[in-house]
């Protein structure tokens, strides 16, 4: 958690009341002077509508306009004020305060509130730990010679998403010149009621009358997701020791599309820009594409806030931006660039996300990286797999496997507690077998991404396979239901089926566990050879070197050593060869680290296959999986089934399809006894299984050159009678009816075509 000290709040004019002192993350508000500063919560009971408290408090005591804050907000309805008199006078004295909440009626921690009164004075300070402010003196005291009766000077009141104020910013969401502000108009009450200058802010329930700037009201929810996100990846960086508090503010732009900085609107994805990189004096920006802006977009925040954020935290701790070669492009992987370089940088930010979901956000599923589809990095990457796009996903997942153990995956084993399952079935599709089940949130907290482990037994009872599924929606608030759909492995007899929530532990597979903050530091301040002053691994060979002792370093292994977990971590990824069989790295035999190309070699009874060097795409190792809904558009559930290990590997997630969205499906690995299934799921319509295939089969159809024999699947659709999620969960669909049958055409193509991605930093 965050917790060094933030900017003094700031009162600037004429105003009477004293400055709003605040930390960034404080847990309680110090505020005016004189009265009581202590917070004293409200009744934080709520009904259960699905929507976060109201969280009111009463005026403070007498003197400066202390203030006692408002009790926490109940997970859903509303709480009770901590004070209720019957009656506030007409024109009484109030302090303007509230609690600032997310989509999902999380506090939203040091944002800027500020007042400006009728006669132009400004009074700001920043969220508390809940999300709680107080303005003391941003409401004037009445004019005892005024109509009692008269309306009140209204006093405009904004959310600005800095995080801190001017004087102590160290990031704000921005689009173009302009801080993104939400401003609603507070007055003085004038008739009976509690606390009438209470002015809550809540993504959630965006109130007729506020004025969202520069964006529109209803992309108000977008943005503060954006905040939370580059908040938790900031709370990553500062545990690491970055000198957060000490650098030029991060400008975040969201809906970035002008010409500066030479955003496209037709452009998916997202870059970062480091200071001075555009011109002198330029901040350092992270900037993400209109195309991307919905906070329930898949791969966010894993390959869009977080994903960047680690290009801005390794930026900050070395302050080399690594520019590439001329011959190389980002993300061109290892049939493409010449050197290691960009995949490292590219895959360092991989595992910085990862880290921020694991270690900030507390997945369980962390080493599952999201990007459209998700890429399981526990398992050993190469890096030529999927036309070598995969390098950089291998050097993540190296990463990984420096810092991992067994403990970082138990919790997978676990789901969150309150969500029950209500009820299993098994189903004889005309597609094929599928299991369906309901769970239900009975926990006062909203719970995302929840897994569900299917055993299936024969006719005997007998648990003869296991899988893992995942509920839809991956978000479910309070009292609210989900559901799990699940297709058995091909040729499994079913006869029932057990299941419970949360996934499978799987074993850490190798010897090796770094700190987190050890490994960042030998990566940091590795001086690289031959570059006296810059400092930072840049590329495979460099983080080897490193790791081994290079440069006075943290020396791993020693001499005599006759193999190193180091090495056969850098082996399993394919770093290089080992063609002496020794699990060692031998430069003279084994060549250079990062180019892993040799011929076919027996040693020692093993065969050591042919791999094709860099910069030779002549043949691939694995492929993604389109499929093209034509017009229409439709749940899908992909689960990733690995039966060889005890199902400890399996998993799913879900994406919803459209037009001709490609899945990111990335096949795992041959020889690992994988199989991918693809299940469509709509409200009107039973579920189909859409696709299915044998992970070693698909990687010999790609060898082979046959993959075109999956670009069609003909689905037959049955409507009615269906097993279908709550209706308001699920899109619509619109099938294309072709031979005067209820058939929809799917298309399922192997497509290896490259991630669209944007330039340099992405």
Known sequence: PQDESGPTGKNVGDNTGAGASSSRDADALTSGSGGSNEPTDGDSSAASTG????????????????VTGGGDAGPTGSAAPGDDPDVIAVNATCTIQGRVTDDWGSPMIGVVVRAVTADGNVVETV???????????????????????????????????????????SFAVMNGDAIVALTASVSRPVASGPNGCDQNFDAWNVQDGMVATPVDTDLWPDATAI?????????????????????????VQVWCDGPTLGCDGSISGAFFVAENELAVGSPPIIAMMPARSSANSPGIPDNREYHEYGHYFLWLQTGEIFELPASDTNHGGYYRNTSTRDSFVEGFAEFYSMMVSGKIDGDSRSEIYTIGGDYDLEADRLPWEAEGWWEEFTIAGLLLDLVDADADYTARATGPPGVNILEVSVNAERS?????????NTSPLVVRNVDVTVRYMNDSGEV???QVTRVIPEIIAPAREGVF????????AVAAAIATVGGIARADDDDVALELQQLISIITGHERAGASGNTGVS???????????????????GAGVSSSPIDEIFINHGFFADLDGDKKYDPEVDGEIGQSSHPVAQIGGTSYPAII??????????????IDTGDGSVEAVIQISMPADGGSGSYAYVTTLSGKDRVELAVPGADQGAEITIITIDKDFKPVIAFRIDADEFHEMVENGTISELQITPIELEPGANIAPPGENVSAIQFNFIVGGIIAALLVIASLVAINRKWGKA
């Open 613 to 626: 060097p860099r910069r030779d795409p002549d043949a691939f190792d694995g492929a993604f999986v389109t």
């Open 485 to 492: 759909y699940a297709a058995p492995p091909a040729g499994l």
């Open 432 to 440: 094929g077998t599928i299991v369906f089940g309901k769970v239900v």
């Open 51 to 66: 929507q976060p408290g109201d969280a009111t408090g009463s005026v403070g005591s007498a003197g400066g306009g202390g």
């Open 539 to 557: 590329n495979v060979a460099e983080l080897y070197d490193a790791l081994v002792g290079g440069n006075g370093s943290l020396t791993l292994t």
């Open 227 to 251: 905040y939370q996100h580059i908040l938790n990846a900031e709370k990553l960086a500062i545990s690491l020791g970055a000198d957060i508090d000490n650098a030029t503010r991060l400008q």
């Open 127 to 169: 969220t508390d730990g809940r999300g709680r402010y107080a303005l003391p003196g941003a409401m004037p005291e009445p004019d005892p010679n005024s109509d009692p009766g008269a309306e009140p000077d209204p006093v405009d009141v904004s959310v600005i998403l800095s995080h801190g104020t001017d004087t102590g910013s």
């Open 464 to 466: 003869v396979g296991t």
